[in-house]
């Protein structure tokens, strides 16, 4: 951080340098009406000479005003004066994620903030919005854990009829086929911003990044060359299911690689947290978890859990599934009740079951299943209960549909 002479400008005081962007630096600063803290992000207009330059930041303006999302810095204000323009954006207290890399933070706490930054991603593939820049120094971190997605110099929006090609990015977590923009003139979408998370997450885990070229012109020889080593995902830090993950990531062909719906709803991303994170009380704490359903639900879904236990041949997944859906209301004295007696019944579970073996889509369905073999009504109901977190492939609305017209044919 560099100290520098306080300027103010509007009714906002830049206070010291705090770090720089794509086409500026950024200043810690404060909003003199609220006496609230602000990041605020200097051009000078030399810059904008450049046609280039200036565009770019017309578009950074645009798309920033347009996204609203808890994970994606928010953008305040903007003032040009004669000499420069200036961002008003949040200030995020602990810094970039940088940090975080020299620690190889491990899966469990990779996996808490890569839900975050997909979370935030889903937000831009429905403005239609290509990062093009996501790196650990572009996600920016609260002092409650909250990860922001920050600097969209580089953003651009792109449709099927527009889609991306221009050389940008930075190199270690570039696509390939940015690379082959420059080269060969092909185009891209949001998918090379999924080979960017996936890089982050192989760092984040294990202190490293996957692929490190050297220059532009050995890029893909430097992916070719990680992703032929054997080594390269063997690591006892990845799970089975981060192994697949990355793997599906990885792929040197954006039309091989894992597609955004799958992305997003991969098992590594939407499976229950491990007993081993709930131990950890590193992790941020349960005011800041993420909310699946309301309260009511949670504390219907762990009474199903309770009476139906003993029918399920892995129970250690429901009880952690209960868990997780109970963890953002633990100010409730019922709810923090419930949380224990499923907490317990896990970590007993957990030491007499080969649990690791499935999953809790299969656990839920197996169940329901079993429950629907019985005539009676409230067993169709509590099949409903532990199928409503499961997810709406064609399978599952199809069993539901029918559960739901044999209740109705039972009344």
Not at 89 to 108: H, N, P, R, V, Y
Not at 373 to 382: G, I, L, M, T, V
Request: aromatic letters at 10%; hydrophobic letters at 40%; charged letters at 30%.
């Amino acid at each position: 951080m560099k100290n520098t002479k306080k300027r103010v400008v509007g009714h906002y005081v830049l206070k010291k340098e705090i770090g720089f962007g794509t086409y500026g630096r950024v200043y810690l600063g404060e909003d003199l009406s609220i006496n609230e803290i602000r990041a605020i992000k200097k051009i000078s207009n030399s810059q904008l000479v450049n046609p280039r330059f200036k565009e770019a930041l017309e578009r950074e303006i645009s798309i920033m005003k347009r996204l609203h999302h808890k994970n994606i810095v928010k953008l305040y204000d903007y003032i040009a004066t004669s000499t420069s323009t200036y961002l008003v954006m949040e200030f995020c207290e602990d810094g970039d994620m940088k940090k975080l890399i020299s620690q190889a933070i491990g899966e469990q706490k990779a996996v808490f903030f890569l839900r975050q930054i997909i979370s935030a991603l889903k937000i831009l593939k429905e403005n239609k919005v290509v990062h093009r820049d996501l790196k650990p120094a572009n996600i920016l971190i609260t002092g409650d854990s909250i990860i922001k997605i920050a600097d969209f110099g580089l953003a651009r929006t792109i449709d099927p009829e527009s889609l991306a090609k221009t050389f940008a990015g930075t190199l270690a977590y570039m696509a390939p086929e940015v690379f082959d923009a420059k080269i060969n003139n092909e185009r891209y979408d949001y998918r090379a911003d999924i080979w960017s998370v996936g890089c982050i997450l192989y760092e984040l885990i294990t202190g490293i990044k996957p692929f490190n070229p050297p220059d532009v012109s050995r890029i893909k020889t430097s992916i070719n060359s990680s992703l032929k080593s054997e080594n390269f995902l063997n690591s006892p830090e990845f799970s089975p299911s981060c192994k697949d993950f990355l793997k599906k990531i990885f792929q040197i062909d954006p039309n091989n690689r894992i597609n955004f719906e799958e992305f997003c709803n991969h098992e590594l991303v939407t499976g229950i947290p491990t007993l081993a994170e709930f131990n950890d009380y590193s992790l941020p704490c349960f005011e800041v978890y993420p909310q699946i359903c309301e309260e009511k639900e949670a504390l219907e879904f762990a009474d199903t859990v309770i009476q139906v236990e003993k029918l399920v041949r892995y129970p250690f997944i429901l009880y952690m599934k209960a868990c997780e859906l109970l963890r953002p209301f633990l100010y409730n004295e019922i709810c923090k009740r419930h949380f224990k007696l499923q907490y317990e019944s896990a970590k007993k579970d957990k030491n007499r079951r080969n649990w690791h073996m499935t999953n809790f889509v299969e656990v839920a369905l197996e169940t329901a299943v079993l429950l629907c073999q019985s005539a009676e009504r409230e067993n169709k109901k509590k099949a409903l209960t532990l199928l409503k977190f499961v997810g709406n492939n064609p399978r599952v609305l199809a069993f539901k549909e029918a559960i739901e017209n044999d209740l109705d044919r039972d009344l």
